[in-house]
């Protein structure tokens, strides 16, 4: 009964068009608040029983360089002797300095900035070869190194109080304009599933058993695919804490395929477009907690990968964020686009969302497929939203054309404080063939929103104390 006076207030208080539709089912409002109240109280708490930060061994070896001396390879040499004999710490003093070419992690081995440490990174595309697997833009694929990386390495951290420099404007401002040949071909790839090692970008040329000659399915052309700047890769047991990056070539941390994550005190600062700040990508178990991020793009993006080629591969689940001041040109928290391979059990609260497009933004388009579920959100505080507070979107840009609906059900939200929305304080539209369903919308207050909510092909929308201008919508 109380869902059906709710759709009946809201078919006479909005002038938007909806396709509101009761189902049946046992989401009823008290079965979600006491949902939401058990998960917040055991799941959440799980997730950081079984995330732990990596220890080291006590052995601490510093880098000894002149400051006007390229570093890359001598720091290279100390992370791989230290990981060999059994872990440490390797330091960066405190100075300028400049890597030509990518770190690549190793196991058991902290790389540490001291304060008044910078680490400024090379912009030209031959410094970061051989091509090493990645996975772009939700494909896996053969690509320039990223400037910091990892494979299949375990028990590494990333901590100090110094500064990683993408010095990524160049690749942003160039490469951007030449990518889209490349990615439109990776994309197909994955709908079509190449296999992974077909797919050579970079420099064209793949060299898996080092004989010298390219394996047989590199091209030997330049390709434009821009690099992340730290791309963890399969690992587990990581610590990334208290570092500034800034000026990233593309994404910037970026996790794929990897478990036991703490992101903890970090301070982003996006450099140009597609600069997100923390993209955990089908991975496992990670807490992200007390940063900073500044972006043009997304602040926080959980990730699963692209459309069939992420159909078979793991999910994202068991992610806690908290603490964190979101400063976005577009999406303060998001998950997807790409999140084919699933996204589940995601917590968010006690965060402050200074500015963004959107606030809370669940995308997809009809090329995805996957599901995405367990979301919670509670305790967040917003500034000021230029489109929509919470949106649901199933028309995302880059569709190809194919017809597999995202399934989106079981969204939580409560105790949200927005002083400004310019436009829609609440956007959630489906399909028909795939409804949005069983959300429950608690404790918000929007104190400005410049125009109505738009609700369609939506189902068992639960709401409860929710002003917005100061009016109740219930």
Not at 266 to 278: H, P, R, S, V
Request: with cysteine.
């Amino acid at each position: 009964m109380i869902r059906i006076l709710f759709i009946s207030f809201l078919l006479s208080c909005f002038a938007c068009k909806t396709n509101l539709r009761v189902a049946n089912g046992n989401f009823t409002l008290e079965a979600a608040k006491k949902q939401e109240e058990k998960v917040w109280n055991k799941e959440s708490k799980a997730i950081l029983q079984r995330v732990q930060a990596p220890d080291f061994p006590d052995r601490i070896v510093k880098l000894e360089a002149s400051e006007a001396q390229e570093v890359r390879q001598e720091l290279q040499n100390i992370i791989n002797r230290v990981s060999e004999e059994g872990g440490g710490k390797v330091i960066v003093p405190k100075g300028e300095w400049f890597s030509k070419g990518p770190i690549h992690l190793k196991s058991n081995v902290n790389l540490h900035l001291q304060e008044g440490a910078t680490l400024t990174f090379s912009s030209e595309a031959e410094d970061y070869l051989p091509l090493v697997k990645v996975r772009w833009e939700g494909t896996v694929c053969w690509n320039y190194s990223p400037l910091i990386y990892a494979f299949q390495q375990e028990n590494m951290a990333l901590t100090g109080q110094g500064t990683i420099n993408g010095n990524g404007r160049k690749w942003s401002e160039v490469w951007r304009k030449k990518q889209k040949p490349d990615q439109k071909k990776l994309r197909q790839m994955g709908n079509d599933l190449v296999a992974e090692d077909q797919r050579v970008f970079g420099n064209g040329f793949l060299d898996l058993d080092k004989d010298g000659k390219d394996d047989g399915f590199g091209d030997g052309q330049a390709h434009w695919l821009r690099p992340t700047l730290v791309e963890l890769y399969e690992c587990k047991n990581i610590l990334l804490a208290d570092l500034t990056f800034k000026n990233s070539p593309f994404w910037t941390i970026h996790p794929v395929f990897s478990k036991n994550i703490s992101i903890r005190a970090l301070n982003i600062y996006g450099g140009y477009l597609n600069d997100d700040g923390i993209d955990p990508d089908s991975c496992e178990d990670v807490l992200i907690e007390d940063c900073y991020i500044e972006t043009e793009d997304d602040a926080i993006a959980v990730k699963a990968g692209r459309d069939q080629d992420a159909w078979d591969r793991a999910s994202c689940k068991n992610v806690l964020v908290r603490n964190c001041r979101l400063n976005s040109g577009v999406n303060s928290f998001c998950v997807g686009s790409e999140m084919s391979g699933g996204v589940e059990n995601v917590f968010v609260e006690n965060c402050h969302i200074i500015a963004g497009k959107h606030a809370l933004n669940f995308k997809c388009n009809l090329d995805r497929g996957g599901e995405v579920k367990n979301i919670y959100f509670r305790k967040l505080e917003i500034d000021s939203i230029r489109k929509a507070m919470f949106i649901f979107r199933m028309d995302y840009h880059g569709y190809r054309g194919n017809n597999f609906p995202t399934k989106f059900h079981h969204f939580y939200a409560s105790d949200i404080q927005c002083k400004f929305v310019e436009e829609l304080p609440f956007k959630i539209v489906g399909v028909e063939a795939q409804p949005i369903t069983k959300v429950l919308l608690r404790n918000i207050s929007i104190a400005e929103a410049g125009k109505e909510s738009q609700f369609k092909y939506a189902e068992e929308l639960l709401l409860e104390n929710v002003q917005i201008n100061g009016k109740a919508m219930e």
